[in-house]
């Protein structure tokens, strides 16, 4: 599976958008971009993946370069609920297991 | 749907003696998966399984067992436990059906177990 790249940590004012990078330039053809995020003392929650599109739910969208090197997560309207460390993890779908790697991530600071 | 649970939520155990953590999860999901967390760091993988009757070490299997005897249940069990296994451990479980594997993990609440 590819590395991915964070900043380990980050800043960001309530009700502006929080916009957390990804570098996984190694990544190959049938790797998707996945995003966790680790609120603290709770088990990781799934935000949000993709493959080549970019990609919106209700939680954050996913932008991700046409040369798919990298990728930014957005949250449009941070809130202080929203503070935690954001793990970006690129994977394939093949295979017969589901071997997430998690690295340290990205902590979120969502401040007044 | 309950998700994943695990019991118990906090334990202290005493060097060498021998503890199963519960996990359960009830979406019908065939991949289960133990990781651990130390303070500051990521996440790691210590053991995981497929279905029921198949497991498989992860990244850090050393002084940890695992069974899947049902598709629900994935108990670890720490036969001697040693002060470097204090930690904090999830369970996690996803979607998987022969070649496709689903990285949509579900994560339960974790155990924070302390080894004297």
Redesign the interface.
Known sequence: DAKTTQPPSMDCAEGRAANLPCNHSTISGNE?V?W?RQIH??????II?GLKNNETNEMASLIITEDRKSSTLILPHATLRDTAVY?C?V?S?????????????TRLQVTL | NAGVTQTPKFQVLKTGQSMTLQCAQDMNHEYMSWYRQDPGMGLRLIHYSVGAGITDQGEVPNGYNVSRSTTEDFPLRLLSAAPSQTSVYFCASSYSRGAITSDTQYFGPGTRLTVL
């Open positions: 998707y996945y966790y003392s709770q088990g990781p929650q799934y993946h793990y993890i994977r779908h093949t295979g017969t297991a589901s071997k997430l790697t998690f690295g340290t991530g």
